[in-house]
């Protein structure tokens, strides 16, 4: 019989806590992401969003993680969510499970042969090694083809992220939580491969003929019809940031403004609903 009741706030400092685990740990996570929320530290997407705040610590609770780390590193890509590459070698690393991860180079550098594995020793000093990812593999996937691919500029930094990726899919799925990295996401979109394929890493692509690029809107309103969010939302969302609305700015990236005043919408909206429950 237990002689002392733990709160909610010793376990989660020992790594003990677990959000969905009792109404205690779940008021206790609405308490903290509260702070969390609050912070002008986080990232944008955390910002007001306390919904996305619980989530994040109950997935860095899993891997052993600080909360603001997990939400430094998780990404929305293509309304996703994926891992940092970077983060996902640092949790391999620090996991305690192997030795600082290695990466081994194949090929001939210069052509689709040119190839990397990733290995590490465990603790009972076996050797294991990742599969091997080739410049070949990236263009036979699509990887290498898709307009912006950082597999045409950085092929060897691409080549380490997607076999570090893969050893940890292999020897470590816990970490991953089943979520992809964001360089895997861009990849595995739809893309439209060259007429007529490089036959070597450094041999230049075809040009193509440029579209003409359609007429830009010359005031806000015009730019937001059909849009999900109005020009009174805009102003809104930097009112509450304390920001000067500033209409050129707004068109000059009006999408990432979109985007956020939405994550901004949304977040009111679970604030409200959180506050009726707590």
């Keep these: 019989m ?11 400092s020992r790594g003990d806590f677990q959000v969905f ?8 996570a609405q308490r903290m992401a509260k702070v969390l929320a609050a912070s002008k530290i986080v990232p944008d997407g955390y910002h007001g969003n306390l919904a996305d705040c619980v989530i994040a610590l109950e997935m860095a609770n899993r891997i052993g993680a ?6 430094q590193n998780l990404y929305i890509v293509y309304g996703r969510p994926a891992w940092s590459s970077q983060f996902l070698i640092s949790c391999i690393n620090a996991s305690g499970k192997f030795s600082p991860l290695r990466y081994a180079m194949t ?22 090694e990742g599969p091997e990812v080739t410049v070949a593999i990236a263009k036979a996937e699509g990887w290498f083809s898709k307009n912006g691919s950082k597999w045409k500029t950085m092929p060897g930094l ?20 089943g979520i992809q990295c964001d360089d895997e996401v861009i990849d595995i979109t739809p893309v439209v491969t060259d007429p007529a394929p490089k036959k070597s890493l450094f041999e230049p692509a075809p040009e193509k003929p440029a579209a003409p690029a359609p007429a830009k809107p010359k005031t806000l309103k015009e730019a937001l019809k059909g849009a ?9 969302y930097y009112k509450a940031k304390g920001q000067a609305f500033d209409e050129g700015r707004v068109l000059e990236n009006l999408t990432g403004v979109v985007n956020n005043v939405l994550d901004f919408l949304d977040s009111k909206k679970s604030a409200k609903q959180e506050d009726k429950l707590i």
């Design 2 to 12: 237990e002689t002392k009741t733990e709160t909610s706030i010793e376990l989660a």
């Design 21 to 28: 685990a009792g109404e205690r740990n779940f008021e206790a």
């Design 66 to 71: 600080s909360p603001l780390a997990v939400m």
């Design 107 to 128: 090929g001939e550098k210069t052509k689709d042969s040119w190839g990397c594995f990733a290995w590490a020793v465990d603790k009972s000093g076996e050797r294991l």
């Design 158 to 177: 691409m080549l380490r992220y997607r076999a570090a990726t893969l050893f940890a899919r292999l020897y470590a799925p816990e970490l991953t939580m």
């Design 228 to 236: 999900p969010v109005s020009e009174e939302d805009i102003k809104a």
